[in-house]
């Protein structure tokens, strides 16, 4: 059991930095409030693994992303406004922006 | 980290590795602080997006795969390139080059009939050793292509053979010593079609065409980096595994669909992978579709053998007919790998067959595990695309078209006779050292040996034995094909596909030039070594999963003439 339980930590430590924020019967990211101060993005270039349109989240095959101090890693994030995920489609390339607000991740640019 | 011994830790931290790989492609993750109380949130039914959005590469005139008689083809350059697999994005890329007619053609498909020779040079314009096999072919060993003949950067190396063999889709691509799964990885692959009049009269009997109703199907798993790039890094634990890939691309074509009309359709099937099997069906909505067994690795069979899956291992060839007659309506069929437990097995006790103590139970064998227990669907993580997952492969969207009356022939070859073998079978064990090296009888390859010695015209039995604390391994030997005899202790998923016949499976009545065996699986072959070229021959008998290759499950054996 004690394995088992190091593995989930050492996942989350793999991947929790990033997680992507979701309370629970919250508000939509695109109603987020003005940005909080000391509210960081990070810039940098992904490939799509999968889009669901509904939930508005992308996961994404991503590089380092500078100002974040975030490693390359493949991960589900929420963006601003499911409308941008309109256009785009798996296995694409894209350039994106992750911003920070000190509780959640949300991109607010992707192309 | 006395307490939690390294071994252990490498187990664990891959299995977190993998852990992390996985969920990505299965759920969505929220968080209510970053790094804390982290829980996967379910996608919704709807959310993965497998559209299969891009066209099908068949073979052309010219560019990749272009179909052209082997026979015109005098030199073949061993290339680095840049090749878009993802649309719009370009990847570093290694390629079989050949210039026929004026026309540049990538990883051409030879077309050949018995007899026809074959003279041309290959060129190596890589970076480092290559040298092309000639998969499945009878050759004298030179011209079988191996490690020992490999050849360094620009160095050429001239082949001269002729085809002796029968009608069959055989293969080409790279064989050095240690690194032949990169190049294959990298691009290095394409088909030799052999056809003779059997395959001609099956042609015209249901008006197969190449490239049209008669279409090549080679699968191939791939990574590729956050630039879409293609990337093939491997840890030593992966390695031990065997690479998997995050996508599935068919032709090189990611998510391809493929535009069919209501009639039969001839599938030449190639597992081109480095190491992943597959479960392959035909299905349209939950309901899988009947096809038919036409053809194995030696051409084709008898009679067709009606089957709704089969398995193939890497290098391994299916030849099917899909009668898309059957499907209803114009819901899409899909050629999928249905799901299987890939059995990663290797850290199971040898002798109960159970879990060894101390393992990490549930979450199967990761690779690197030295103690872990596999359960079932024990899986490892390839990026995000566990072997044994369910996945589809190809989209084929039935378009309206004109009426269609063909038959399948109910005969359509006649096999060599099985040449009876005398005497006890030589038996070759498939296991590993504990220590993260496969070998076959505890020998692992070294160039200057040749564990097994048989005698030209000889005709043998060989046992092939998968231990049970393994995982399933394609073997694969040069020079000669075989007939496979009898299957036991197969696992059930292997045995509810079996026939009446000796547990054999459909495509164990053909001929083979490569056996996919189950852990604790024990197959018994039959070899006639009677072949027309003087002097000894030395041949290779290896794993055809190339990380196991690379890392030294082959042996190479010697024909006394």
Redesign the interface.
């Known amino acids: 059991m004690k394995y088992f339980l190091l593995i989930m930590l050492l996942a989350a430590a793999g991947a929790g930095s990033a997680f992507a924020h979701h309370e629970s019967g919250g508000q939509h990211p695109g109603q987020a409030q003005a940005p909080a101060a000391g509210q960081k993005t990070g810039k940098g270039t992904g490939l799509i693994q999968q889009i669901d349109r509904e939930k508005g989240v992308v996961t994404i095959k991503h590089g380092p992303l500078q100002g974040l101090n975030m490693p390359g890693m493949t991960m589900s994030y929420l963006v601003k406004d499911k409308s941008m995920l309109s256009n785009l489609q798996s296995l694409q390339k894209v350039r994106f922006e992750l911003t920070y607000d000190g509780k959640r991740y949300l991109i607010t640019n992707i192309k | 980290m006395n307490r939690?011994p390294r071994r252990?830790f490498i187990a664990?931290?891959a299995?977190?590795?993998g852990?992390?790989?996985l969920?990505?492609?299965r759920?969505?993750?929220?968080?209510?602080?970053?790094?804390?109380k982290?829980a996967p949130?379910s996608?919704?039914p709807?959310?993965?997006?497998?559209?299969f959005?891009n066209r099908l590469r068949l073979p052309g005139a010219s560019g990749l795969y272009a179909a052209v008689a082997a026979k015109d083809v005098k030199q073949i350059t061993v290339s680095e390139m840049n090749f878009e697999i993802?649309?719009?994005?370009s990847s570093p890329f290694w390629a079989y080059v050949a210039e026929v007619g004026g026309k540049r053609l990538l990883n051409p498909t030879l077309l050949a009939r018995p007899g026809d020779e074959i003279k041309l040079r290959m060129v190596n314009r890589l970076k480092q050793p290559t040298i092309i096999h000639w998969h499945g072919l009878t050759n004298d060993e030179r011209n079988d292509g191996f490690g020992n003949y490999q050849v360094d950067p620009g160095k050429g190396f001239d082949y001269a053979f002729t085809v002796r063999d029968r009608a069959a889709n055989y293969w080409y691509h790279p064989h050095p010593h240690d690194i032949a799964g990169e190049q294959a990885y990298k691009g290095l692959a394409g088909l030799l079609i052999v056809k003779d009049d059997d395959e001609e009269k099956l042609a015209r009997a249901l008006d197969l065409a190449v490239g049209v109703t008669d279409i090549p199907l080679v699968i191939q798993d791939r990574s590729?980096?956050?630039?879409?790039k293609l990337e093939y890094k491997l840890s030593r634990e992966q390695m031990f595994a065997g690479f998997l890939g995050?996508?599935i691309p068919v032709n090189l074509t990611?998510?391809p669909y493929f535009d069919a009309a209501r009639r039969i359709y001839r599938f030449r099937i190639l597992n081109g992978s480095n190491a992943r099997s597959y479960r392959l069906a035909f299905a349209q909505g939950k309901r899988l579709l009947d096809y038919y067994l036409i053809g194995t690795d030696g051409g084709l069979l008898e009679q067709p053998q009606k089957v709704r899956e089969a398995f193939i291992g890497a290098a391994q060839r299916l030849d099917v007919l899909l009668d898309l007659r059957a499907a209803s309506g114009s819901e899409p069929v899909f050629l999928k790998s249905l799901a299987f437990d890939p059995m990663h097995n290797e850290s199971i006790d040898e002798k109960s067959g159970k879990p060894a103590a101390g393992a990490?139970?549930?979450?199967g064998a990761m690779p690197g595990m030295q103690s872990g227990g596999a359960g079932p669907h024990a899986a490892h993580a390839g990026?995000?695309l566990m072997d044994g997952m369910e996945i589809s492969l190809l989209q084929i969207n039935i378009k309206s078209s004109a009426e269609y009356k063909r038959q399948i022939p109910s005969q359509l070859s006649q096999l060599p006779k099985l040449a009876a073998a005398a005497g006890e079978p030589r038996r070759l064990t498939l296991g590993h050292d504990r220590k993260g090296n496969w070998n076959i009888n505890g020998w692992r390859f070294n160039m200057h040996e040749t564990p097994v010695t048989v005698q030209r015209g000889a005709r043998e039995i060989w046992l092939l034995r998968n231990n049970r604390a393994s995982m399933p391994h394609p073997m694969h030997i040069h020079g000669f094909q075989f007939r496979v005899l009898e299957r036991r202790d197969s696992p059930a998923q292997v045995k509810a596909l079996a026939t009446r016949n000796n547990g054999l499976l459909p495509q164990d009545m053909g001929l083979l030039d490569t056996v996919l065996v189950w852990p604790g699986e024990s197959v018994r072959i039959a070899l006639d070594f009677s072949h027309p070229f003087s002097g000894d021959q030395t041949y290779m008998f290896h794993c055809h999963n190339l990380e196991h290759e690379d890392t030294g499950m082959m042996i190479g054996y010697k024909l006394k003439a």
Do not use: K, Y
């Open positions: 939690f252990r664990a931290s299995a977190a590795a852990l992390c790989g969920l990505w492609r759920s969505v993750f929220a968080a209510t602080d970053a790094g804390h982290t949130v996608a919704s709807t959310a993965p997006e497998e559209q959005t993802l649309p719009r994005i590729f980096n956050f630039e879409g995050e996508e990611v998510r990490m139970q549930g979450m990026g995000g």
